[in-house]
């Protein structure tokens, strides 16, 4: 016998399924995850977008699987929670996992939920955020969920360099979930909750032998200082989210767009006479790159990128006038700012993000060169530290560089300099631009006729000086047009800010092929 339809017989089905969906894993898997100290899938998104701007696509979406089960553990949504908003006006497209929900495991239509909410991002050209929280692929559906699972890698792969991806890593993900989060352009971890393996504790022990915890395996403390996986630690959910918003506001919502401008009131023409005092002139000594780079850019800006990994060297954005540029600095406190293979991984993937979303790029130079010795040769320094020659020849935003003392050897190339495609290229009174070390250069020149002199020592002093005099010094590179300006130091900031507007309009080339073979 047919029922017939009302309009209120229907709403109230409506409700229902909304009501179910909104449930999520029910009350009791729901508390458990809050006692976790852990948000659910629906109150992150609700941190993350502007209030009552999210609108939420295949809510009532269901797992078609029956085997194992499945029948009767279908919920409306199938455990992602996917849609559109804006976060500080700007559109942003997103998903939360809902690990109350059958883990969160990726399912076929758990997958293909995700892959919609993605194709959609790519059709507006505005910024992606995945909050991840995923024990891997669902089991129970066998082979069919790999289609949604490789229709994620396919689409962050095809996002790359045309709109933004954050992934917030909201629990503990194996598999993969861990291998979408990899191939987007940051991630944020949560120290304690969220964790990233491809297999865990126990497979590790069936196959290997080896002990291990999850948080020793895969933890955020792993990723930040070892794997340099973890862009952003934070202390718990919400704080995550409050990073992910931070970031996002310093990152155009498109290749298309230049980055947004943010105006704190800081003069443009602040001069600093405190940068003399940070930066020792006498090479031997040390100090924190950080105090110049906060005293350059605009007041309380600076946004460190991966500070726990390779801390040799420096990456991050900050605000020059309000608009965002992406700052690659030496760190001399740590292997005196020396390039290693970390290091140079680090840089040269920053460096092409930075490309990729118009950003300019400001370098701030102190390297002696390139770490020494047999582990960092056999780590595959050469092949490493080419990345960022690459990295830096290929990006065509605008590029300046400022050297601050030395600047030696190779990884005078290395920190971008003429030749390198650089468009202005500044240094300071103190800086030294050449091959070698003064001392070294000289033992190496003058050994014979130092051996031979009647007072060994002196000679070697006097060809120091006159070496020192003569090349060590960045007005000899600017008598040969290797240095465009000789800059004093209290005059840092107003320097690079001219040199940005002038290259505000700088020409960006399009590609003459399809891409080229970086030494990965």
Not at 273 to 281: G, K, M, R, S
Not at 354 to 383: K, T, W
Not at 413 to 435: N, Y
Not at 485 to 492: A, G, L, Q, S, Y
Request: with cysteine; charged share 20%; aromatic share 6%.
């Amino acid at each position: 016998m047919a029922i017939d339809k009302t309009h209120q017989s229907e709403l109230e089905r409506l409700s229902a399924l909304e009501q179910r969906a909104e449930s999520g894993g029910g009350t009791q898997a729901v508390e458990r995850h809050r006692q976790r100290g852990k948000l659910t899938a629906r109150e992150r998104l609700d941190r993350l977008f502007d209030a009552g701007s999210f609108v939420e696509i295949n809510q009532l979406a269901e797992s078609q699987a029956v085997d194992f089960g499945m029948q009767e553990k279908k919920v409306p949504g199938d455990g992602v929670v996917t849609g559109w908003g804006t976060v500080d006006g700007r559109r942003v497209f997103a998903y939360a996992q809902d690990v109350t929900v059958l883990g969160g495991s990726v399912g076929t239509v758990h997958g293909a939920k995700i892959c919609r909410i993605m194709d959609e991002a790519l059709k507006v050209k505005a910024p992606l955020v995945a909050l991840n929280d995923s024990g891997g692929g669902r089991l129970h559906e066998g082979f069919f969920a790999s289609q949604g699972v490789a229709g994620m890698f396919f689409r962050n792969t095809a996002a790359s360099g045309l709109i933004p991806q954050i992934t917030g890593m909201m629990g503990s993900c194996a598999g993969v979930s861990v291998y979408s989060p990899a191939l987007t352009d940051f991630i944020v971890m949560v120290k304690g909750t969220s964790h990233m393996v491809i297999t865990g504790p126990g497979v590790i022990k069936a196959v290997t032998g080896e002990t291990v915890d999850l948080e020793a395996l895969g933890g955020a403390k792993v990723h930040s200082e070892i794997t340099g996986q973890a862009h952003f630690v934070a202390e718990n959910d919400a704080e995550c989210i409050a990073a992910i918003k931070k970031l996002l506001s310093y990152l155009p919502s498109s290749h298309l767009e230049p980055p947004p401008v943010v105006y704190n009131g800081d003069d443009p023409d602040r001069v600093d006479d405190t940068l003399e005092q940070i930066v020792p002139a006498h090479f031997k000594k040390s100090y924190d790159m950080r105090a110049v780079i906060e005293r350059i850019v605009d007041r309380g800006s600076f946004l460190e990128v991966l500070p726990r990994f390779a801390a040799n060297i420096i990456v991050g954005f900050a605000r020059m006038e309000g608009a965002s540029v992406g700052i690659v600095a030496n760190q001399p406190r740590i292997k005196a700012g020396c390039l290693d293979v970390d290091a140079s991984d680090k840089a040269a993937r920053f460096i092409r993000f930075c490309d990729c979303f118009n950003i300019p790029l400001i370098n701030l130079v102190d390297v002696p060169g390139y770490f020494p010795g047999v582990a960092q040769e056999h780590a595959g320094i050469i092949r490493h530290g080419a990345k960022m020659l690459y990295a830096y020849s290929e990006a065509t935003v605008p590029k300046i560089t400022l050297a601050l003392r030395k600047e030696y050897g190779g990884a005078v190339m290395g920190m971008c300099c003429v030749g390198m495609g650089v468009d202005l290229m500044l240094a300071w009174p103190i800086a030294q631009l050449v091959v070698l070390d003064t001392t070294a250069a000289v033992g190496l020149i003058f050994r014979k006729e130092i051996q031979s002199a009647a007072s060994p020592e002196d000679c070697r002093r006097q060809k120091i000086e006159e070496y020192d005099y003569k090349y060590s010094n960045p007005f000899h590179a600017a008598s040969n047009m290797l240095v465009n300006t000789v800059i004093r130091p209290r005059d840092t900031r107003p320097q690079l800010i001219k040199a940005l507007r002038m290259l505000r309009n700088k020409e960006r080339p399009a590609p003459t092929k399809r891409h080229g073979n970086i030494p990965l």
